[in-house]
């Protein structure tokens, strides 16, 4: 992958140097420093405790290119993108990143936190892909997508599943080398368009187990325009609750009625396109977005809302900070400049250039934000969201008194939280014009220790046979019956 877009905002005043140590502002004056008493000490113990559910508000997506490996982590790829109903003629090379070539199997089944390749999960989901929604709602097979899929990773992946729903389809791939790691698998869809019977909008679900750890990736489509903001958090609430997936690690096969399935999974991932949008009007939001000022938007963006609300379906859910340009709405050529375009690659001519001004310091030509009669705002429609389920043994019994976790009780929790490496807008100058959607990718770590030898074939072990002694010859005992006579008896002849 050549490089993904994701400009920083400015920094605040009170900003962190690159060691870690506070910077002050010109007009801020030094703290004196204390003694380091009894309480202060307290103080700095307990302080982890308290920013613990704090939002981040670092909005740096750089990526981790660690070369270590993390030997406690399981690495995972989610990719998202609405495809505007076709299949351009493009590498997925910029959509799925790129193969490393300096991996060395010597750290076999143990990965680095990097971006690239190999990952040992992919899930891979899709909107309208190949078709738009009217065709796929009576011709749904993405046959040829899968295909492009399946080349593109290569021999060293393996599909594990596909689930599929008018337009929307999600894929998820193992790394083959430990494809043993994976069972349980299912598969489920669920309807979210018209009166819940019409698959123009919904969700496609995939869960499995690798090892102990069981996971559930989530692929949406919800309602469409910034007014149906009810519709979309009516989307989510069904979509939680009414999806009939069972928990993998339970021996009741049932499904409990009313219980989100947030419930019976250790880690859930939601993205797709949620169709949130930012609100407020398109000259100011475009100002605001080319100056860079991200958290300004995002207090006005309506996914980021509700997830602050206690009441919403989306309130259990995470997110890492975004620092990347809104994926949504972006102009469309048609698919003949598109195969032009994409001979004049090869040939070694210019991309066809699209009239416009970039909205954005630093985004590549060609990517400009809707242009038609219709002026759409542009938001941040496209996102990826995790949940952690607690384990058993660092649950709160729910009989006993209300208490809020030790500070020591959440350290151990906080190793067992999920990792986010990399979160990120693909805004490339190759995908202009193809889809008014830029896909998003996320790289995380799932927190996994159980690691086995791989299997190795049984050798069959063959009996030794001594030849410098005979075999010996067992005595037999008799079998002990009823009529055994007594040694007394025997003695005196008694019958």
Known sequence: MSSTYSPLPPLSSNRQSPTGSQVLSETEEPRPVRNKTFGAVQQALLAPARHLRTRSKTMSC?????????????????????????????DLDTFLTRHRTDWHESTLPHLDSSATHPYHLLAIGTQECERDISESLFYPSKEIWEQKLATYLGQHYTLIETETLAALHLAVFVWTPVKHYVTGVETEHIKTGWANMVGNKGAVAISLLFGTRSLLFINCHLTAHASHLMERNANVHRILHDLKMKDPKTSNKEVLENQSILERFDHTFFFGDTNYRVEGERPWVLETLYKGDYNLLLDNDQLTQQRRLAESPLSAFEEHPICFPPTFKFDTITMPELERSSSSEHSGSSRLAMPCVPAAPGMPLGL??????????????????????MHHHERIKRNGPKMTPSWWHRRGQKRMDTECWLYSAVMEESLAGVSDHMPVIGVFGIHFDSW????????????????????????????KGKDKKRWWKRLLGIH
């Open 62 to 90: 750089k990526v981790n290119t660690v070369d270590c490996c993390r030997p406690d982590r399981l690495k995972i790829f989610i990719g998202t993108w609405n495809m505007y109903g076709r299949l351009a003629p493009i």
């Open 368 to 389: 400009c934000y809707d242009s038609s009669s219709k002026q759409r705002v542009p938001s941040w429609t496209d996102r990826i969201l995790w949940y952690d389920r």
């Open 452 to 479: 086995l030898d791989l299997p190795k074939p049984q050798r069959i072990k063959k009996p030794r046979i001594s030849i410098s002694k005979p075999p010996s010859i067992k005595k037999t005992k008799a079998p």
